[in-house]
């Protein structure tokens, strides 16, 4: 991911629509590399392909009477391929580390049929199930859909509503959806120091995309230090991922919900501190939660990440950056920790209706 806006400036912006679908020509694109044929930010445009995609859990036999908790992560690779994360223990989440396994796959009809690991696996839309190498069953998965804790969550007396969907005045250079969601490319006008940031975004559909192209943003913070927003679901966490403090530090685990489901970010940041002559004298200091998990505990920062702007004592806005993704943004509040008092943090949420 980089910091720049790829030639788009705050009263232009490169982008060709068709309805909701999104035309994939606009992203930036590896010299010689064929675009992706299409990017969808809204469920209403999305391909045959997308009903397979998602988390699965259940159980498997290992053989005698030992059952293991197994969970699944599929993804769409575009004209009926998939990628799949299997993890041995249970879906990703805060309390253990699961065993993960990469499986490949192609669509069939009405079902994917998955391979790489002991045995395979067999999706449909709503359940997967679990053959061994001699075609005898071993366990079924449940698809499941996961939910932020802090998906919803409102803003305390003490903080500052910076998007509440009914405009952007509050930021630079934004632009809402007709829906009224925020898009990528705002920043925010106030300048911050110490906070806490609540928001919540949603990367696109962009099955024929990859790497750095599928999905890609990020939160600046102080404009100098990114975390990461991209699609990365079912993949190994990485510190250019979703997540990650770019090019930083890897996420402690990888919490990223499939496209096109709302993902939190809630972020306790301390800056760095100055001295008069311009030493720096202390490092700056960040606590991430990811969908309600603790992804990065109290990180000292003690630079700038990938393409974030120099250090040095000026403050700078907050970011939510423009790398050509129909990324979409809504309920984001901010905690100003040098002029508020600050209770629980983060807050649970009360989603709101899809």
Known sequence: MRGTRHGRGPHGRLRVRLGVLV????????????????VAADVSQVDEDFAFQGEFAGSISLGGSRNRPLGLQVRATGDGTFEAAQYLGGLPGPRRTRQFQRLVGRRSDGFVVLSG?????????????VVDGDGKRVGQLHRVRRQSPTL??????????????????QFTEAEMTETGLLMEGAQVKRLFQDFNLHL?????????????????????????????ILDSFALEPRDNGCGGLYRFRDPDVNMSYPPLEWQTYDIMFTAPRWAVDGTKLQNARV?????????HDDV???????AGKPEEPSLVPILLQDHGSPVR?????IIDRGAQPVGQFPVRGEPPGE
Do not use: M
């Not at 035309?23 to 299409?38: E, I, R, T, V």
């Not at 919803?152 to 005045?169: Q, Y």
């Not at 404009?223 to 990461?228: A, D, F, I, T, W």
């Not at 606590?287 to 992804?295: D, L, P, R, S, Y």
């Open 287 to 295: 606590t991430v939660w990811h969908n309600g998990v603790k992804i």
């Open 329 to 333: 943004f809504r309920n984001i509040w």
């Open 23 to 38: 035309l994939a020509f606009a992203w930036p694109q590896p010299a010689g590399a064929d675009p992706p044929k299409y």
């Open 152 to 169: 919803g969550a409102k803003a305390p007396r003490s903080a500052i509503v910076l998007f509440d969907g009914r405009n952007t005045d």
């Open 300 to 306: 000292e920062l003690v630079n700038k990440t990938g």
């Open 200 to 228: 919540e975004f949603r990367v696109p559909y962009a099955p024929y995309a990859r790497d750095q192209a599928r999905g890609n943003s990020g939160v600046y913070l102080l404009g100098r230090y990114e975390v990461q």
């Open 117 to 129: 690991g002991p045995w395979a696996v067999i999706v449909h839309p709503d359940h997967c199930v």
